[in-house]
């Protein structure tokens, strides 16, 4: 079973987070970086690319002087070809960065991470009734669905599995054999017991089970614990597993209370928390307009200390201004955990925050700014994308184009 992103499902991790596929490619390599087919880029990652300065061309030769013979009205003919469609793609490419980045990494539009907008809803799957390495059972599948792929503490996840034919009608299926155990890297022997699980039927041919590691014997175990689960259809036999990435630590703890406030135009809502263990959480936040539409994806990903700690998940004025939602809105369905690099599981999740967590006060649009984002990095790389513009617009010129 593989995990599904969080904000990061996981990164958000985190963050998660964020996206636009060949933003900066074209320009890269017409600064002679090497061609290469890279994963999408958004706004809040493109800062880990690097800016190499565009080297100046060589001076074209200039158009007067005695006439070209027809073979150097060819070449450059196709110069000014070259050029002009550099010119074009540097300027695609600075104006998607510039409409991209006009909002901040911690304050995103919805429609940019419709995979992050219902973090709680179970993970369903249709899979094949089949052994490791057999012949699948045709004409039969498999409906399974896991609550959460990452636990800490006292968390628990529900498992629910059920086989229909090709029409979706249930068909009688058993668990001959159902055991949860953890996994070990090869040449590491395993620190708790196998433990046998049982699995429940509904008395409609849904059955499920619950993985509650911390009552299970696996309560001081860090790592993937695996629900293994052998089948059998009318003598037909199938197997599959469930996966918990599971930490035994408690990060932190909730506090009750949502705090608003309108700061440089943009309008910030904190939810608090009392930290145990310091270090690098990563929180994200959907908010809602009156209508119940989706409007924004909200994030805090910073360093924090132990102690009372608000976390600011911010909605950009800009942002506001743009979508012009009707007010009062929303902060929903909020998501936590404190990252932990370099080890497994990376992350010590936070009890979840489900459902409507606070309602705002109506505001004025006119209340919130429409001014673009601004920051160092944003301004570097319009810099550096507008000197790819300034070179190409050079060129042209010189080879006698328009």
Do not use: C
Request: charge should be neutral.
């Amino acid at each position: 079973m593989k995990p599904r992103p969080a904000t990061g499902r996981a990164g958000l991790g985190v963050v998660a987070a964020l996206a636009f596929a060949t933003l900066l490619m074209w320009a890269l390599r017409d600064r002679g970086a090497e061609a290469a087919a890279g994963p999408a880029l958004s706004a809040p990652n493109v800062a880990a690319m690097p800016m190499r300065p565009l080297p100046e061309p060589a001076p074209a030769a200039s158009t007067a002087g005695p006439p070209l013979s027809p073979l150097g009205q060819a070449q450059r003919r196709e110069q000014l070809a070259l050029w002009q469609g550099r010119l074009e793609r540097a300027r695609t490419t600075l104006e998607n960065y510039r409409h991209a980045a006009q909002y901040p990494h911690e304050s995103r539009p919805a429609e940019e991470h419709p995979d992050q907008l219902r973090p709680f809803e179970p993970i369903a799957e249709d899979r094949a009734l089949r052994m490791p390495g057999g012949s699948v059972t045709q004409g039969v599948h498999l409906k399974t669905t896991q609550e959460r792929v990452f636990a800490s503490g006292d968390e628990s996840s529900r498992i629910t599995l059920m086989l229909t034919d090709d029409h979706g009608r249930m068909l009688p299926l058993r668990v001959t054999r159902a055991v949860m155990q953890e996994v070990t890297p090869p040449g590491r022997t395993a620190g708790t017991v196998p433990v046998p699980l049982v699995v429940s039927d509904d008395g409609r041919g849904q059955l499920s089970a619950l993985m509650h590691p911390a009552r299970q014997g696996f309560g001081q175990f860090a790592g993937t614990v695996r629900l293994e689960l052998s089948l059998d259809y009318a003598g037909q036999p199938g197997f599959l597993y469930f996966d918990l990435n599971y930490s035994p630590e408690q990060a932190a703890t909730w506090l009750p209370g949502v705090r608003e406030a309108q700061s440089s135009g943009s309008l910030d809502f904190f939810v608090k928390a009392q930290v145990l263990l310091p270090g690098r959480y990563v929180v994200s936040g959907r908010i809602d307009d009156a209508q119940g539409q989706p409007v924004a994806l909200a994030l805090f990903n910073g360093e924090v200390r132990a102690g009372t700690v608000e976390f600011r998940l911010p909605v950009f004025g800009k942002l506001l201004r743009d979508k012009a939602p009707p007010f009062p809105l929303v902060l929903r369905d909020v998501e936590a955990f404190l990252l932990k690099p370099d080890t497994f599981p990376d992350r010590v999740m936070l009890p979840r925050r489900a459902g409507v967590l606070h309602t705002s006060r109506s505001y004025p649009l006119a209340a919130f700014s429409d001014a673009e984002w601004s920051s160092e990095e944003r301004t570097r790389y319009l810099t550096e994308l507008g000197r790819d513009v300034a070179t190409a617009e050079r060129q042209v010129q010189a080879l006698g184009g328009p």
